[in-house]
DNA sequence: GTTAGGG
DNA sequence: CCCTAAC
């Protein structure tokens, strides 16, 4: 298919992995849904892809759209998207604070009476603007410049004084300003930023709720209202500096070269990376295993499977970074499984794409996500996008992009690794019985595609965003790496900035049952943004929940357990029980002297067991900790070298003995299983 | 679920 | 201690 984009909107930055591709007919339908959405407000959702939208563009025409967006409902959170690509970024409220939210705003549908609510559909702010200015087309929303510019005018009264200084003009939006895939936007006076901004967050939140109450506004201000509310205020983050410049940032093309770049400098910058992408590969392949079962196989039993496979897409794109051939191959691999989709690291955009061959990743990158259900009674779900929570960052005015890109990019990494789990939202409502299958959830309903949303939230998050909201204090930060990024460190983590939770993803859904001729959209469409991928679960079940791995589930379980050092006593009875079973019998170790010793895992007994023989090993100034007695570690190389050289033989022994087979041939044997050290 | 090793 | 690969 020959796809054309005709609007770009350059913020791609951030997506999940993989974008499913559907076909035509069934974008298409997207069109007339697109329009409708009702208040999608996330004005959180940082990392918001715009990008599906740019497939969709030319949709605009869409007028159907009223119809089955308006019903939308409530929680917004469950909004899901239909494909209009043209969204509408509510401004969040510290992007009206900044001032860019006017930039942010967007009217998808100027042209819709309604307008002013479209308006409030989409709070994903720092995306926006790019797409504008990627795209010198304002009309792809069939609207025209001057139109889309009127539309703008129209929230900024809404909104009035509260945008107000802070950002410019939604008609700058035509301009280079805003053509720029970067917005940088500096914070009220450096002084006092925090406490305007703050203010202003609260103020904007207010603002948003009048919008949303407002019936000129948004019809469904049930949405809208929750929507904005759960997201504008769940997590508050504070910049650290009013000097410091904030920004939007917007993927680009770049991305991944930079990732590669990035890996391939010091550690200092790479560990949190790395840091991050184990647990993400944990924690998401997981997911995406959960969100887009294999095609054929859908039992979730397979999920060990799904795992893999998606840790093997996962590893796609971190491999990238390594080694293209890498990529290759697991993608391949990965393919070859019939794993479900495409993804790429997930953060890298089109650079990857374009490497491997069969440009089967490309479409990965979009973030926004779709849902289509076709007559097959098959749900097919194209999540585009997962937001990411929001994030802030602080970085220098001298800093270099580069060092923001990467700053960013360890801030994603953070976060995401942090644990984040996926909900699934169904007319706003969070589903939370995890068994519940996509019938009986209503997920295959037209009706309710629509408003079907997947949200990424911290683990640690259990509330309700709304929840959040009224207790931001509740959310807890994601623990992130102080790792200082590296680069002329001008880069500052985010360290400190509470990483908000509870970033609603909309998924954008289409109800495709039939195929239409006309492929408007076809043109606009993007060949890499989407990929198709079709989930036939085999059994509804299996999208019914997502299963949040236990894993996801707690971040607190994410990390590192406390350091815990071993006594003497403890190493005592450690290389005791060494001498007497050997090495390679860890679990039998901890049976035998430690096993009320709940946090000393075997695994730990065989950590200590090598700690203890290199401490052994070296010189006793090199030693750290709390001393362990000489003789203990004389104790620990005699048995260390004993064991070393019989382990071999006492394993064929013991299992002789086992089987009463009693055989002295080997000298060793004997003396050795009962005391190596005698031997030695 | 265990082991063995690298990180 | 964590993470993985191999069993």
């Known amino acids: 298919m020959v796809v054309k984009r005709k609007v770009?909107?350059?913020?791609?930055?951030?997506?999940?992995?993989?974008?499913?591709?559907?076909?035509?007919?069934?974008?298409?339908?997207?069109?007339?849904?697109?329009?409708?959405?009702?208040?999608?407000?996330?004005?959180?959702?940082?990392?918001?892809?715009?990008?599906?939208?740019?497939?969709?563009?030319?949709?605009?025409?869409?007028?159907?759209?009223?119809?089955?967006?308006?019903?939308q409902p409530a929680n917004s959170q469950g909004v899901v998207e239909q494909e209009r690509q043209v969204e509408v970024k509510l401004l969040k409220g510290e992007e009206i604070h900044r001032g860019s939210s006017l930039e942010s705003i967007f009217l998808s549908e100027a042209n819709s009476p309604e307008s002013g609510q479209k308006c409030l559909e989409h709070a994903e702010t720092d995306c926006v603007p790019e797409c504008i200015s990627n795209n010198n087309n304002l009309d792809f929303w069939g609207k025209d410049e001057t139109d889309v510019k009127s539309e703008i005018f129209k929230l900024e009264n809404k909104f009035g004084q509260h945008s107000h200084g802070l950002s410019e003009v939604p008609e700058e939006s035509s301009d280079g300003n805003v053509k720029n895939g970067f917005r940088l936007e500096r914070g009220a006076s450096s002084s006092g930023f925090k406490g305007s901004y703050l203010e202003n967050k609260f103020s904007v939140k207010d603002q948003l709720e009048r919008c949303v109450n407002s019936p000129a506004l948004v019809?469904?201000?049930?949405?809208?209202?929750?929507?904005?509310?759960?997201?504008?205020?769940?997590?508050?983050?504070?910049?650290?500096?009013?000097?410091?410049?904030?920004?939007?940032?917007?993927?680009?093309?770049?991305?991944?070269?930079?990732?590669?770049?990035?890996?391939?400098?010091?550690?200092?910058?790479?560990?949190?990376?790395?840091?991050?992408?184990?647990?993400?590969?944990?924690?998401?392949?997981?997911?995406?295993?959960?969100?887009?079962?294999?095609?054929?196989?859908?039992?979730?039993?397979?999920?060990?499977?799904?795992?893999?496979?998606?840790?093997?897409?996962?590893?796609?794109?971190?491999?990238?970074?390594?080694?293209?051939?890498?990529?290759?191959?697991?993608?391949?691999?990965?393919?070859?499984?019939?794993?479900?989709?495409?993804?790429?690291?997930?953060?890298s955009s089109d650079s990857v794409s374009n490497s491997p061959k069969k440009g089967i990743d490309r479409n990965n990158?979009?973030?926004?996500?779709?849902?289509?259900?076709?007559?097959?009674?098959?749900?097919?779900f194209s999540i585009k996008s997962f937001k990411i929570p929001e994030l802030f960052i602080d970085v220098p005015e001298t800093a270099t992009v580069g060092s923001l890109k990467r700053t960013v990019m360890e801030a994603v990494m953070t976060l995401i690794g942090s644990g984040m789990h996926v909900g699934v939202l169904v007319q706003g409502k969070k589903v939370r019985d995890d068994n519940r299958t996509l019938l009986q959830t209503g997920i295959c309903h037209k009706e309710k595609l629509n408003k079907l949303g997947f949200t990424l939230e911290p683990s640690s998050i259990q509330d309700s965003p709304a929840d959040c909201l009224r207790n931001p204090s509740q959310s807890q930060p994601i623990r992130s790496p102080k790792t200082p990024v590296q680069d002329s460190g001008t880069t500052h983590g985010l360290q400190n900035s509470s990483m908000p939770i509870n970033t609603e993803n909309f998924v954008e859904s289409n109800y495709e049952l039939t195929t239409s001729p006309t492929d408007t959209i076809a043109d606009i469409t993007t060949p890499d943004s989407r990929a198709l991928v079709s989930v036939q679960p085999r059994s509804p079940e299996s999208l019914a929940g997502f299963p949040v791995s236990q894993k996801s589930k707690r971040p607190e379980l994410v990390q590192r357990r406390t350091r815990r050092p071993f006594s003497v006593s403890e190493v005592e009875a450690l290389?005791?029980?060494?001498?007497?079973?050997?090495?390679?019998?860890?679990?039998?170790?901890?049976?035998?002297?430690?096993?009320?010793?709940?946090?000393?895992?075997y695994v730990d007994l065989k950590d200590k067991w090598k700690t203890l023989v290199h401490t052994a090993k070296i010189s006793p100034q090199q030693r750290r900790g709390e001393p362990v007695p000489e003789d203990l570690l004389n104790r620990v190389l005699a048995a260390h070298a004993y064991w070393s050289h019989h382990q071999a033989k006492q394993q064929g022994k013991n299992r002789a003995l086992t089987m009463n087979t009693r055989e002295d041939s080997d000298e060793t044997l004997s003396v050795g299983a009962i005391q190596p050290l005698v031997i030695m």
Do not use: M
Request: one cysteine or more; aromatic letters at 10%; glycine letters at 6%.
């Open 8 to 71: 770009d909107y350059g913020f791609r930055g951030f997506q999940v992995p993989f974008v499913p591709r559907f076909p035509r007919s069934v974008r298409r339908r997207s069109a007339s849904k697109r329009l409708t959405k009702d208040g999608r407000a996330c004005a959180f959702e940082i990392l918001a892809s715009v990008a599906g939208k740019l497939l969709l563009e030319g949709e605009s025409s869409a007028s159907s759209n009223a119809s089955e967006g308006n019903p």
């Open 219 to 347: 019809d469904t201000k049930n949405n809208v209202n929750n929507t904005y509310c759960r997201k504008l205020f769940p997590h508050i983050s504070f910049p650290r500096n009013g000097s410091d410049i904030k920004l939007g940032f917007r993927d680009d093309d770049e991305k991944l070269l930079r990732c590669k770049k990035v890996c391939t400098k010091p550690k200092a910058f790479r560990s949190p990376q790395l840091i991050a992408r184990r647990k993400l590969r944990k924690i998401l392949a997981y997911k995406y295993w959960k969100a887009a079962p294999k095609l054929k196989d859908c039992e979730y039993s397979r999920s060990e499977e799904g795992v893999k496979s998606l840790y093997h897409s996962r590893k796609i794109g971190y491999r990238f970074e390594r080694s293209q051939h890498n990529t290759v191959f697991k993608r391949r691999k990965f393919f070859d499984r019939g794993s479900v989709l495409t993804s790429d690291g997930g953060f």
């Open 365 to 380: 990158h979009r973030s926004s996500a779709k849902l289509h259900v076709s007559k097959d009674s098959h749900v097919k």
């Open 575 to 601: 290389v005791e029980a060494v001498e007497e079973l050997g090495t390679g019998r860890w679990r039998d170790v901890k049976l035998r002297s430690f096993e009320n010793a709940d946090h000393r895992t």
